[in-house]
């Protein structure tokens, strides 16, 4: 490239974000400049995205190492910078706040993966971020707050609430003292299902002790409402925590709950098997044959929502030996009570193939 200075960084697909997979080079110094500079909104956000990955595959296979706490410094920096850019639009900058799922982190480790490390090494991230976003929370708060009471469902405010909403994750992350009382009453003074669904989630997911009250008060006042209610099933079974396996077992028989409603099995089962990385893949196999078994029954009822819910074991060849193991023991006892539906069957026959 002609007339290029010495020194300059590369900006690729720029206005360009079909799914595609390059491997620019980029050290994480070049990756830090394109976060807080780049004029290009996929870009930047890509840039951000490939740091944490890279930090988080980092502090997967090594906890103790120290040149993580340096890269941690970077992107807090980072994020802070992006949460109180006026020139960004609010609903870009939620984005970019946002930390990589843990089954997009797993897919970019690729092999001996081991779910739980990686729960880990994000909820130790995102409690760093949180504490080092906690003041730009209170500094921003007041223009991301909208005036009165109604509602606004357009453009610009759904993303105020986005990016308010990705603050108060943060928060609930962090471990400040008073984030369960906050975001109790951001839930109970919501005037909205997406303000109201999201401080639920929050105190789920952080496990908070207001976390029963709110799940409670959500049922009490949804009930009657069976989409809204998927929700309140969902969150539930994404939830971390090894007793996370015994609430879906229990919540299956619930007196909303129904295996013959595809959209409650998938709000429920489908949240807990792709949902909860950690907890379906527990290394002593559990969750593999509760998905087995309902997977089974479901054959004979519905097979087509059965072999939807098998897809979460599509990867199961990347997990590390032990939990590859289980998984694999696990598909070989349905293959072995051969399926009754062709479409159960074809599923489990490519899982193994």
Same mark, same amino acid.
């Given at each position: 490239f002609p007339k290029v200075p010495r020194g300059s960084v590369l900006s690729i697909?720029?206005?360009?974000?079909a799914p595609i997979s390059l491997q620019p080079g980029h050290s994480r110094d070049e990756l830090a400049f394109l976060a807080r500079h780049d004029t290009d909104p996929f870009s930047r956000w890509q840039a951000v995205q490939t740091l944490c990955h890279a930090l988080l595959a980092a502090k997967v296979a090594d906890p103790t190492d120290a040149s993580a706490?340096?890269?941690?410094?970077?992107?807090?920096?980072?994020?802070?910078?992006l949460a109180v850019d006026d020139s960004l639009d609010p609903a870009f900058r939620a984005l970019a706040?946002?930390?990589?799922?843990?089954s997009d982190v797993a897919r970019e480790i690729g092999k001996n993966i081991d779910t739980d490390a990686i729960h880990e090494a994000r909820t130790s991230l995102k409690s760093v971020l949180g504490t080092a976003l906690a003041d730009i929370r209170e500094q921003i708060e007041p223009a991301l707050i909208p005036a009165g009471d109604r509602f606004d469902p357009g453009a610009a405010e759904a993303g105020?609430?986005?990016?308010?909403?990705?603050?108060?994750?943060?928060?609930?992350?962090?471990?400040?003292?008073?984030?369960?009382?906050?975001?109790?009453?951001?839930?109970t003074s919501a005037n909205n299902m997406t303000v109201r669904f999201s401080a639920l989630n929050a105190l789920v997911q952080s496990g908070l002790p207001s976390?029963?009250?709110?799940?409670?008060?959500?049922?009490?006042?949804?009930?009657?409402?069976?989409?809204?209610?998927?929700?309140?099933?969902? &969150? /539930? %079974?994404? +939830?971390?925590? #090894?007793?996370?396996?015994?609430? &879906? /077992? %229990?919540? +299956?028989?619930? #007196?909303?709950?129904?295996?013959s409603n595809p959209n409650k099995t998938r709000s429920l089962i489908g949240a807990f098997a792709s949902g909860n990385q950690a907890e379906f893949n527990r290394p002593d196999g559990r969750g593999y044959t509760f998905l087995i078994d309902i997977?089974?029954?479901?054959?004979?009822?519905?097979?087509q929502v059965a072999a939807r819910l098998l897809s979460a074991f599509r990867s199961w060849r990347s997990l590390e030996p032990g939990r590859r193991a289980l998984a694999k023991a696990a598909l070989q006892s349905l293959a072995d009570a051969n399926p009754s539906s062709p479409d159960v069957r074809d599923i489990v026959q490519r899982c193994l193939a």
């Open positions: 697909n720029r206005g360009f974000s706490e340096a890269a941690t410094a970077t992107l807090c920096d980072i994020a802070r910078s706040l946002a930390l990589p799922m843990e105020k609430r986005a990016l308010l909403n990705t603050f108060y994750d943060y928060l609930a992350a962090s471990g400040d003292a008073d984030a369960d009382r906050i975001l109790l009453d951001r839930f976390a029963g009250t709110a799940l409670d008060h959500f049922y009490e006042h949804y009930q009657t409402d069976h989409l809204v209610l998927d929700k309140w099933f969902a &969150v /539930q %079974a994404m +939830a971390p925590g #090894r007793e996370t396996l015994g609430r &879906v /077992q %229990a919540l +299956a028989g619930h #007196r909303h709950f129904s295996f997977c089974a029954s479901l054959d004979k009822t519905n097979p």
